[in-house]
């Protein structure tokens, strides 16, 4: 469980790193409960878009998945439990979508562990 977290805080970190410019906020830790990210709205009084990273699609328990029950809160995994690959090209915010992906991952790991280092 505990390499599970690690891999997720450093998931969120990359994910945080590529979405801040272009208007996201990461809810850091517990900041905003069950949400990661946060998008303010387009126009004036538009929606917030509300969304959970999940580093698999099997990594959640129901009581985690309840929480999301009568809110606007997207969810979103990064890798699959039964099938090779990832779902990068199935992230929700369109604009977001095409900076992010696995190589763009493990590079930003790799700099990230390499520069605790030092």
């Known amino acids: 469980m505990g390499a599970e977290n690690m891999v997720g805080d450093l ?7 590529v979405a801040e410019p272009l208007g996201w906020i990461w ?5 905003v409960k ?12 538009g929606p917030w878009t509300v969304l959970q990273i999940k580093n698999r699609d099997n990594s959640e328990n129901s009581s985690s998945s309840a929480i999301r029950i009568g809110t ?10 039964k099938k090779a690959g990832s ?11 095409p ?4 190589e763009g991952f493990r590079t930003f790991v790799k700099n990230y562990l390499r520069a605790l280092k030092t």
């Open 11 to 17: 998931l969120e970190r990359y994910i945080a790193s």
């Open 99 to 102: 900076h992010l992906c696995e």
């Open 27 to 31: 809810c850091s830790g517990s900041i």
């Open 87 to 97: 779902n990068w090209n199935a992230f929700p915010d369109a604009e977001l979508r």
């Open 72 to 81: 606007l809160i997207e969810k979103w995994h990064r890798t699959f439990s």
């Open 34 to 45: 069950a949400v990661d990210f946060i998008k303010p709205p387009a126009l004036p009084g």
